[in-house]
């Protein structure tokens, strides 16, 4: 069995080397990409919305539903790709991850990177279902509005807040595509949104990558089937691989969701 796991956006790299000795020549250029920093969105908050983020309320309302996002049921509720809740907003939609700054005044300032993907909507518009599940949390709090939780299993879970109408309750099953709310501008919102998360146990990931590749794959080296591996060694800790390529094919290395085209690193250890 499979089990899904995520890293957080603050996370250390921990690197891996592998080696690769090819018996005839191929060429291949890696170029080393520089890393680009996101800027930091500037928040001014009304005055009317200031006060959420004063006193417990965050720090209570962040552990109830932290509670709720931890906790791991063993069947698998989810089938295929996730899809957005609201169709055809990709376009629409705000980066995950991007950094905040929320202005609550002349000296209180709040950072924190963003969590989930924001999708602009006019007040109304119908909230979709991404994928199969149990409604674990659907009410109103003061940070969230009206929010959302649904349980597809294993740890994975997706949130809806800031919605104008809940049409779901607690304990009710629901199917991908089904009609769950309104998009709306409750609790800390500053205009008409859909604010929409994914987590896996607690940690947060971009909810757009459930919806282009199937979960949980593994991480895969695709072979020609002419390739066969001669010789492994280990030495230093980097793993030392060496495979007989043909003259017809090249050896890629990459993450794909697609089996019919990949061999685990399983099969040739």
């Keep these: 069995a499979l089990r899904v796991l995520a ?3 603050n996370a250390t ?8 000795r090819i018996k005839r020549r191929y060429t291949r250029t890696w170029k080393k990409r520089k890393k680009k920093r996101r800027g930091s969105v500037r928040v001014n908050l009304p ?3 200031r006060k959420l983020l004063k006193g417990n309320n965050k720090i ?6 932290n509670q709720h996002l931890k906790a791991s049921t063993p069947k698998k509720r989810w089938v295929g790709l996730f899809k957005w809740p609201i169709p055809n907003s990709r376009r629409r939609a705000k980066s995950f991850g991007r950094y905040r700054t929320y202005i609550l005044g002349k000296n209180t300032i709040i950072r924190a990177y963003h969590r989930g993907i924001d999708i602009s909507r006019p007040k109304g518009t119908p909230v979709k279902a991404s994928n199969n599940g149990v409604i674990a949390v659907a009410a109103h709090y003061s940070i969230r509005g009206n929010a959302i939780l649904i349980n597809h299993g294993q740890g994975i879970y997706t949130a809806y807040y800031h919605l104008s109408r809940i049409h ?3 304990g009710q ?9 309104r998009v709306g501008t409750t609790g800390l919102s500053t205009g008409p949104h859909l604010h929409w998360e994914l987590r896996v146990n607690g940690v947060s990931v971009n909810p757009d990558q459930w919806c282009r590749y199937l979960f949980p794959y593994k991480f895969a080296i695709r072979l020609p089937r002419q390739a066969r591996p001669i010789r492994q060694s280990s030495h230093n800790n980097n793993k030392k691989i ?16 697609r089996p019919e085209n990949l061999r685990t690193i399983d099969q040739f250890e």
């Design 168 to 170: 779901v309750k607690v």
């Design 242 to 257: 060496v495979y007989h390529i043909t003259k017809k094919y090249n050896a890629n290395i990459f993450r794909s969701n």
């Design 173 to 181: 099953s629901v199917k991908k595509g089904e009609l769950i709310g």
């Design 13 to 20: 790299p921990l690197l891996f080397q592998y080696n690769l």
């Design 60 to 65: 209570i309302e962040r552990k109830f539903f």
């Design 7 to 9: 890293l957080p956006k």
């Design 47 to 49: 005055k009317n919305k």
